[in-house]
Every structure is written in structure tokens, then in C-alpha cells.
């Protein structure tokens, strides 16, 4: 299929319709997986809060909003680029507590989702990693930002409070988490009152985590990492069998890292590091694919598809291979990323069969319930963040009395030891997930990301090809169908064009196909126009995304006029 053709200014020409509707804007723009939280972003911008500000508080908001997908104890990435030239990163991703062991699960052989006997590294309190998101909000905003976390907070805390509407995907997320839910009190409390989701259009509060939000806009992050937050997490996971202490707490860091950088096609691309394999494999996978005139292969096409298929496996062999905390494990960066070695992988690629494909040798030394964000201010700030409980409504629990759910992320770490991403003390959990920025003469042209588990890397880079060789908007770049193979299935979405003519194709050249709704979770993003410098906000039909912006300015007052208005 022919999307449309390239002008200097985006692309015009065939367009098919979408789901939803972008938002263009020309002062401020905002996009998150839930129109309320867009619309706290809005209002950050609009006190005069910067793109960071907007971020964050979008993020509390959907802590409350989407419940299933963040909380103030997860784990995330922050990606920016500042109007200054600064690009910087955030981790404030998930670590390993300090009692755990690497052989305290079980693991359930041939599982590819390190699955263990009693689903323990999955519900209840053994899942729970010591979460670093509120530290790494909070440090953002004191470093980047320019209002108080009270402000930043306050939003949040008013839709916990008072309350919101239950969506359709809520609920069906609640329905089906449901009996997990029920074994914790405090969760069924909120989300399963009277033993059953609330229903469609019912107005859902959340009056403990308003008052945690509230104390934490007032005391900062000690109030949970060395304060009376942290001691309830604690005195909870004490009396059911959990891991984290004070001591974990307290020695939590966040780390500002610099991002992984590499081009396609005279694009620069900017992403989140290790210990996100992100980044890197979207970077690598792109390397591979800027060797394949895509556009001439046509979006959706049976070679199109055969050939991310397998660059997918490769990128995933190398991930299981090489990818860890790097403050214990030192990755091949510079040369996983490099053209020399996307050339190397390239020659391997067999256009008429599938094929399975193992980590190539360094050289010497060497859940998908996610949710994102992404935020553009008048002055060219840009803020691509993603963040997690890992699984829906992560480990199920609720800290009784606080009305904070805790993740899941231990879900992550590979319970067999000896491997690279077993468990340790204290180690960084490993991700995929990918807060991306794409520039364009060294100046932002897009920010997007999206949850999915270890789908989100494959996602983002389609939604880049998608622009930048299929000519596609923003917004039919983040709706149109995905697919995803990391071996031995390839999963390809209900919405390519002809689909059970693609499937057999797909068969008839070696792959396992299945067909799912969807692959990962709900992207959102900004398109910067190059040329009329206007913001289009783009969220796709995989969740409550919405993008919201807004356009004017002050009005111009007495003493003003003779430096001209339009006429």
C-alpha cells in the first residue's frame, strides 16, 4: 500500500482513515494513555510549567487514572531533549531487593516468560522489586522543572479524591484481574467493591492514594524512601513473607545517564540505554533495515513483513545474550549499535525463509502493562517517558491503608541462575521499554513510545519506519497494524490488509503466524512540523490514549502594538 507522499512539511497524498483523531496545536501539546491525565499535562503547561513538568504530572495522573499500568512504587525511563540542546535520560527502573536469592523461585521448564512454580515471581509480595518511580519523578522535576511537586502532584490527587470515570478497558482490565485482586484486601477494597469491577461509567475513587499523593507533593520522596510510606511497605512485606526493608529503600538511586544515539536515513535517533535494552535494539534494527528500500517494498507487504520478522529475532538473540544491569555487566554498546555490525547481521537475513538466529560473538572484553507519555512546550522542550508496574496492576497488592499498589517487576528477572539476567541482590532489572526521540538537522522531529512488555522496541521502530519510509502521519504511524517475532511465532495483528492471504505466505516461507487484536499496548506521540513548526499529538486505539494541545497566546496590550500584529 501506498500511504501518501513525502512534502517537505510531512506527507500528503492516499491517507486511511484511523480510530482517533490527532490534535495539532501550536503552543503546547500533551499525550498520554488517558484524556484526563493529557489533560493535567495541559495544565502544568498552561501555570507555566515546563514540558518535564507537564511529563511528570501527566505520570501521578495516570497513577491514579490507570491504575493497572503505573503506581509511585514501579519503575520507568525518562527520555529529554531541553529547548538548550541537553539530552539527557532518567532511570528510575526497578531493582532486585537485597534479600533475594537466585535460586528463590522455582522455574517452570521451557517457559519463555520465566514462569516459576506458584506464579510467586508474578502475584504477591516475592514479585515486588523496590520500585524507583516516585524518586525518579521527583528528581526530574527538581532538576528539570520549574514547579513545585506540590502543583505537579496536586492534579492527580483531585482525580483520586473525587473520583473518575470507570472506561471500558478499565473494567475489562479489573474483570480479568479480578480473582488475583480479591486475594488482597486493600485492592479489592477499591477495585473490586462488592466482589465485582466496578461497571462502565461508574465513578471509581481512590481516597487512601489521594492522601499518599498529597503527603507526597508535601514531603517529597523521603516521605517514601525514609519515611512513613517506606514503613508501611515495609511492616506490610514483614508480615506476608515480602523482601524490602528500609535498608532497600534507602539505598535506592536513580541514575541520569546519557542516551543511545544513532541515525537512519539522516534521522538521528535518541533513546533510553541500558538497563532498558530499548534503545539499543531499536537503533540496531534500523541499522539492518537502512540496507532495504522499505518504501519500495510497500508497507504490510509479504517481504516487509518476512524481513522485520527477522531482524526482531536478531535484535531479541542479542538482547538475551548481551543486555543487563550495566553497572554489573558490561554491554557491547557501541558495537551492538554500530553500521559494520547491522551489516555483518544483514548478510545473514534469507528473504525466502524464516530463520532462527543465535547472539553473534562480541569482540574481547566484553509484562507488558505499561504505560506512556509524551510532552512538547512553546519553548522546544521534549519529554518521551515510559513507566510500569510490569504486569496489570503488577503484584496485586495494595500496602493496606495506603491505597498504593506495588509492581511486579521480579516477573523479569530470569529464574534460573548463572545466566546474565539472574537474580542478584541489588541488581537492576532489565527492560524494553523505549521512550524515543527522533531529530532531524539536529532539531526534534518526533517523541512517541508505548507500553508492551517486550513487544514496546519492535513497536516504536515500526511507528519510525512507518513516518520516515511509508510516509505515514503520526497518527496512522501509531494505529497502523504491528507485528512481532522474537521465535519461534510471529504474531501479526487482524488489521494488514488481506490478511489470511499474509498469514499463508508467512507459512509457506517457515513462520508460525498468529493473529492477536494487538500487539503491545497504546502508543502516543508528537510530531514537531519542520516546517510550520506546529505540534501534532497522536494516540492510537490500543488504549484510552488522547492527545491534547492547546494553541493562542496573551493578548497584546497597550505599548505592545507597535511591534506589530498581523493584519
Given at each position: 500500500m501506498?500511504w501518501?507522499?513525502r512534502t517537505?512539511?510531512?506527507?500528503?497524498?492516499?491517507?486511511r482513515p484511523?480510530v482517533?483523531?490527532?490534535a495539532?496545536a501550536?503552543?503546547?501539546?500533551?499525550?498520554s494513555n488517558h484524556p484526563?491525565?493529557?489533560?493535567t499535562?495541559?495544565?502544568?503547561?498552561?501555570?507555566?510549567?515546563?514540558?518535564v513538568?507537564?511529563?511528570?504530572a501527566?505520570?501521578f495522573a495516570?497513577?491514579?487514572?490507570?491504575?493497572?499500568?503505573?503506581?509511585?512504587?514501579g519503575a520507568?525511563f525518562?527520555?529529554m531533549r531541553l529547548?538548550d540542546?541537553t539530552v539527557?535520560?532518567?532511570?528510575?527502573?526497578?531493582?532486585?531487593?537485597?534479600?533475594?536469592?537466585e535460586d528463590?523461585?522455582?522455574?517452570?521448564p521451557g517457559?519463555?516468560?520465566?514462569?516459576v512454580e506458584?506464579r510467586?515471581?508474578?502475584?504477591?509480595?516475592?514479585?515486588?522489586?523496590?520500585g524507583?518511580?516516585?524518586l525518579?519523578w521527583?528528581?526530574a522535576?527538581?532538576?528539570?522543572g520549574r514547579?513545585?511537586?506540590?502543583?505537579v502532584v496536586?492534579p492527580?490527587?483531585?482525580?483520586?479524591?473525587?473520583?473518575?470515570?470507570v472506561?471500558?478497558?478499565l473494567?475489562?482490565?479489573i474483570?480479568?484481574c479480578?480473582e488475583?485482586l480479591a486475594?488482597?484486601?486493600?485492592s479489592?477494597?477499591?477495585?473490586?467493591p462488592?466482589g465485582?469491577?466496578?461497571?462502565v461509567?461508574?465513578i471509581?475513587?481512590?481516597?487512601d492514594?489521594?492522601e499518599?499523593?498529597?503527603?507526597v507533593g508535601?514531603e517529597g520522596?523521603?516521605y517514601?524512601?525514609r519515611?512513613?510510606l517506606g514503613?508501611a511497605?515495609a511492616a506490610?512485606?514483614?508480615?506476608?513473607?515480602?523482601?524490602?526493608?528500609?535498608e532497600?529503600l534507602?539505598a535506592?538511586?536513580v541514575y541520569?545517564?546519557?542516551?543511545?544515539r544513532?541515525t537512519?536515513?539522516?534521522y538521528?535517533?535518541?533513546?533510553m540505554?541500558?538497563?532498558?535494552?530499548?534503545?539499543?535494539?531499536?537503533i540496531q534494527?534500523?541499522n539492518i533495515l537502512?540496507?532495504?528500500?522499505l518504501?519500495?517494498?510497500g508497507?504490510?507487504?509479504p517481504?516487509t513483513?518476512h524481513?522485520i520478522?527477522?531482524?526482531m529475532k536478531?535484535?531479541?538473540a542479542?538482547?538475551f545474550?548481551?543486555?543487563?544491569?550495566p553497572e554489573?555487566?558490561r554491554?557491547?554498546?557501541?558495537w551492538?549499535?554500530?553500521?559494520e555490525?547491522a551489516?555483518?547481521r544483514r548478510?545473514e537475513?534469507?528473504m525466502?525463509r524464516?530463520?532462527?538466529?543465535?547472539?553473534?560473538?562480541?569482540?574481547?572484553?566484553?509484562?507488558d502493562?505499561t504505560?506512556h507519555?509524551c510532552?512538547v512546550?512553546?519553548?522546544?522542550n521534549?519529554?518521551?517517558?515510559?513507566?510500569?508496574?510490569?504486569?496489570?496492576?503488577?503484584?496485586?497488592?495494595?500496602?493496606?491503608?495506603?491505597?498504593?499498589?506495588?509492581?511486579n517487576?521480579?516477573?523479569?528477572?530470569?529464574?534460573t541462575?548463572?545466566?546474565?539476567?539472574?537474580i542478584e541482590p541489588?541488581?537492576?532489572?532489565?527492560?524494553s521499554?523505549?521512550p524515543?526521540?527522533?531529530?532531524?538537522?539536529?532539531?526534534?522531529?518526533?517523541?512517541?513510545?508505548?507500553?508492551g512488555?517486550?513487544?514496546?522496541?519492535g513497536?516504536?521502530?515500526q511507528a519510525i519506519i512507518n513516518v520516515?519510509?511509508h510516509?505515514m502521519t503520526?497518527?496512522e504511524?501509531v494505529e497502523?497494524?504491528?507485528?512481532w517475532?522474537?521465535?519461534p511465532?510471529?504474531?501479526?495483528?487482524?488489521?494488514f490488509?488481506?490478511?489470511?492471504?499474509?498469514?499463508?505466505?508467512?507459512?509457506?516461507?517457515?513462520?508460525v503466524?498468529?493473529t492477536?487484536?494487538k500487539v503491545?499496548?497504546?502508543?502516543?506521540?508528537?510530531?514537531?512540523d519542520?516546517?510550520t513548526g506546529?505540534?501534532?499529538g497522536?494516540?492510537?486505539?490500543?488504549a484510552d490514549g488522547?492527545?491534547?494541545?492547546f494553541?493562542?497566546g496573551d493578548?497584546i496590550?497597550e505599548?505592545?502594538?507597535?511591534?506589530?500584529?498581523?493584519?
Amino acid at each position: 500500500m501506498v500511504w501518501g507522499e513525502r512534502t517537505a512539511s510531512g506527507v500528503k497524498g492516499n491517507r486511511r482513515p484511523t480510530v482517533k483523531q490527532e490534535a495539532v496545536a501550536s503552543r503546547g501539546m500533551v499525550t498520554s494513555n488517558h484524556p484526563l491525565a493529557s489533560l493535567t499535562g495541559t495544565e502544568m503547561l498552561l501555570l507555566g510549567g515546563n514540558a518535564v513538568d507537564a511529563a511528570i504530572a501527566t505520570m501521578f495522573a495516570l497513577s491514579v487514572v490507570e491504575p493497572m499500568m503505573t503506581t509511585i512504587f514501579g519503575a520507568g525511563f525518562i527520555t529529554m531533549r531541553l529547548a538548550d540542546g541537553t539530552v539527557t535520560t532518567i532511570d528510575n527502573y526497578a531493582t532486585v531487593p537485597l534479600a533475594a536469592r537466585e535460586d528463590m523461585f522455582t522455574p517452570i521448564p521451557g517457559s519463555l516468560d520465566n514462569d516459576v512454580e506458584g506464579r510467586l515471581n508474578d502475584v504477591g509480595y516475592l514479585a515486588v522489586a523496590t520500585g524507583g518511580t516516585l524518586l525518579g519523578w521527583a528528581t526530574a522535576i527538581e532538576r528539570y522543572g520549574r514547579l513545585p511537586l506540590a502543583t505537579v502532584v496536586a492534579p492527580a490527587v483531585r482525580f483520586a479524591r473525587h473520583g473518575f470515570r470507570v472506561s471500558p478497558y478499565l473494567h475489562e482490565m479489573i474483570r480479568t484481574c479480578a480473582e488475583d485482586l480479591a486475594r488482597f484486601p486493600a485492592s479489592a477494597e477499591v477495585f473490586l467493591p462488592g466482589g465485582d469491577p466496578p461497571p462502565v461509567g461508574a465513578i471509581l475513587r481512590r481516597a487512601d492514594y489521594a492522601e499518599t499523593l498529597e503527603r507526597v507533593g508535601a514531603e517529597g520522596p523521603d516521605y517514601l524512601y525514609r519515611g512513613p510510606l517506606g514503613e508501611a511497605i515495609a511492616a506490610d512485606m514483614a508480615r506476608n513473607g515480602g523482601l524490602i526493608t528500609m535498608e532497600d529503600l534507602a539505598a535506592y538511586r536513580v541514575y541520569e545517564r546519557a542516551p543511545v544515539r544513532g541515525t537512519y536515513r539522516g534521522y538521528e535517533i535518541v533513546s533510553m540505554g541500558p538497563a532498558s535494552s530499548g534503545g539499543t535494539h531499536i537503533i540496531q534494527m534500523l541499522n539492518i533495515l537502512e540496507g532495504f528500500d522499505l518504501r519500495a517494498m510497500g508497507f504490510g507487504t509479504p517481504d516487509t513483513v518476512h524481513l522485520i520478522a527477522e531482524v526482531m529475532k536478531i535484535a531479541f538473540a542479542d538482547r538475551f545474550r548481551y543486555m543487563a544491569d550495566p553497572e554489573r555487566v558490561r554491554i557491547p554498546l557501541d558495537w551492538l549499535t554500530s553500521k559494520e555490525y547491522a551489516a555483518q547481521r544483514r548478510a545473514e537475513i534469507d528473504m525466502s525463509r524464516a530463520q532462527q538466529y543465535v547472539a553473534a560473538p562480541a569482540p574481547e572484553g566484553e509484562g507488558d502493562c505499561t504505560t506512556h507519555c509524551c510532552a512538547v512546550d512553546a519553548e522546544g522542550n521534549v519529554v518521551s517517558t515510559t513507566q510500569t508496574l510490569n504486569n496489570a496492576f503488577g503484584s496485586k497488592v495494595t500496602v493496606p491503608g495506603t491505597g498504593m499498589l506495588l509492581n511486579n517487576c521480579m516477573h523479569l528477572m530470569d529464574p534460573t541462575p548463572g545466566r546474565t539476567n539472574s537474580i542478584e541482590p541489588g541488581k537492576r532489572i532489565l527492560s524494553s521499554m523505549s521512550p524515543t526521540i527522533v531529530l532531524k538537522d539536529g532539531k526534534p522531529l518526533m517523541a512517541l513510545g508505548t507500553p508492551g512488555g517486550v513487544r514496546i522496541f519492535g513497536s516504536v521502530m515500526q511507528a519510525i519506519i512507518n513516518v520516515i519510509d511509508h510516509g505515514m502521519t503520526l497518527q496512522e504511524a501509531v494505529e497502523a497494524p504491528r507485528l512481532w517475532d522474537r521465535g519461534p511465532v510471529l504474531e501479526l495483528e487482524r488489521g494488514f490488509d488481506n490478511l489470511p492471504d499474509l498469514v499463508a505466505e508467512m507459512e509457506r516461507r517457515g513462520h508460525v503466524v498468529e493473529t492477536p487484536l494487538k500487539v503491545a499496548g497504546g502508543m502516543n506521540g508528537i510530531l514537531i512540523d519542520p516546517e510550520t513548526g506546529l505540534l501534532h499529538g497522536a494516540a492510537c486505539w490500543r488504549a484510552d490514549g488522547a492527545p491534547m494541545g492547546f494553541s493562542g497566546g496573551d493578548a497584546i496590550v497597550e505599548g505592545e502594538f507597535d511591534a506589530g500584529i498581523p493584519v
